[in-house]
């Protein structure tokens, strides 16, 4: 891909706006528009949180659904710190690691029944609306439904992704109305989903119970095999916990804390920050010294990042000065260093992130991991069912090993930024494992080195691939940086790739920033992402 490709009713950003502004961005102009109706019906940002979320599963069902897991982190004005909501499912009371190693299994598949948790999503949503919302939950799934029933035209991305997917999904029921007349459907054909708006119907009117006792629930039962029983399905999956934080660029910086990684993202730009290097995001040793602090935390994901009842680690610890100052000492600013191997994670993912005219914000995450997941449906109920299991380990006694009730690590990283008592920037993306070193960039870019919140988005990224037979990795990056910065890298002795110009995958990241004004900005690499806002 050469240019960003765009649907022309996704605009890139909201711009400056009076800081009363109610503002949505998320991965659909759909999905956004849905937002911004809740609210503008008497909803606030949770509210139109959800919204987004719901329409979400409508219209990208290759990246999240109500099958899926959600972290949510919620500010409102005067709040010393966001509330976190880990709605993230459990193995079912019948998994065992024993049991699949006993099958020659060295990891839990991908594309497999073992790989399905208990989806939280559902649990998110109830949890969300009980201790927030201005509206009924109805209120908020009402425009999904209606979408789900009347039709949206296919996008590219999801186009594209269908056609992937149709061997391992097309028979399914769940997938019949994505695949008209048999076939992927045609950027801009119109798809319905009437199975998921029925399903959508029944969590409206009966809550949590009527999607995990329900169809749906008989529907994971059954393609799991009964690893996931009743009992687990009766379990409330959501809980809110204490967020994880550091003191970056002046900010306060909150994440969900293990089981997610989001203390990545942190404990990088920390690092980076403590390195004290250039601010200019063209200068080589920018990009050098960020990538090393990424490089220098990232690689014990694996071994860190779990059930908070087997972490090895508390999220302060992991985040504490000391630790990161350590770390710091061992980046050499001149050249790469050789770290151990990170264990890589892919992702089917969508951020979003709202706030309301009262000024709450919301940043929240939602994901179905990869791509549409374990490929398996919750019976004929439009429910695509996620493989969250598969971040579990099989190794004997390691703090992330297959236990029942266990939460496996997630890559889900969502952020927000606090000044005191007020929200600075919420931010977020997909990306699976790539989420901290997609969110240190444009985190990195607007608050080291002051880009406003569209160049922050528009700059050139890096991904890091997993290290070669020396023991580097290589850097693939997009290839608009200036030539002088690119050759500045070289000579450090990094080992660099050209990708596309505007690579999706790495992206879409959403961002609100308050300050003097209120900008939503949208990420330019997926064509239907939209930042919309109302006065």
Known sequence: MTEPRRDPAAPLST????????????????????????????????????????????????????????????????????????ASGRAGSRASAAALRDQGLGSIP??????????????????????????????????????????????????????????????????TPLYPGGRPPAPGATLRRPALADTLRSVALGGRDAFYLGPVGDGIIAATGGTITAADLERDQAEWVVPASADIFGLTAWTVPPNSQGWITLAALRIFEMLDGSR??????????????????????????????????????????????????????????????????????????????????????????????????AGATGVWLHNRGAGFELRPGHPNELVAGRRPLHTLAPTLWTDAAESRLVLGTRGGDQQPLLLAQVAANQLWAGLSPEAAQDRPRWSVDAPGSEGLPVIRYEPRYDRPTIQGLEEMGHTLSPSGKWEPGWGPVSSITVGEAVTGAADPRVSTAAALSSD
């Open 110 to 175: 991908m594309r497999s029944r073992w790989s399905i948790t208990v989806p939280g999503c559902v649990d998110g949503w109830e949890a969300l609306v009980d201790r927030f919302s201005n509206l009924a939950l109805a209120d908020d799934l009402a425009p999904a439904i209606e979408t789900a029933r009347t039709g949206f035209p296919s996008s590219i991305e999801l186009s594209a992704s269908l056609a992937r997917l149709a061997d391992l999904i097309g028979s399914q029921p769940s997938a």
């Open 280 to 377: 200019d995001p063209g200068d080589p040793s920018f990009q050098h010294l960020l990538i090393e602090a990424y490089r220098s935390v990232a690689w014990e994901r694996a071994d860190t990042t779990s059930d908070p009842s087997t972490a090895p680690f508390t999220a302060s610890e992991l985040l504490d000065d000391h630790r990161l100052e350590e770390r710091a000492g061992m980046i050499d600013p001149g050249q790469p260093r050789i770290w151990p191997a990170p264990a890589p994670a892919p992702g089917g993912t969508a951020y979003l992130t709202t706030r309301d005219h009262d000024g709450m914000v919301v940043s929240f995450i939602q994901s179905n991991f990869w791509g549409i997941g374990s490929g398996l449906s």
């Open 15 to 86: 711009g400056p706006l009076p800081d009363t502004s109610a503002v949505v961005v998320s991965p659909h102009h759909l999905a956004s528009d849905a937002g911004l109706r809740v609210i503008e019906r008497g909803g606030n940002a949770v509210d139109a949180a959800i919204a987004v979320d719901a329409m979400l599963a409508v219209v990208a069902p290759d990246t999240c659904g109500p099958g899926g897991d959600l972290f949510a982190l919620i500010h409102q004005p005067g709040d010393d710190a966001p509330t976190v909501l880990n």
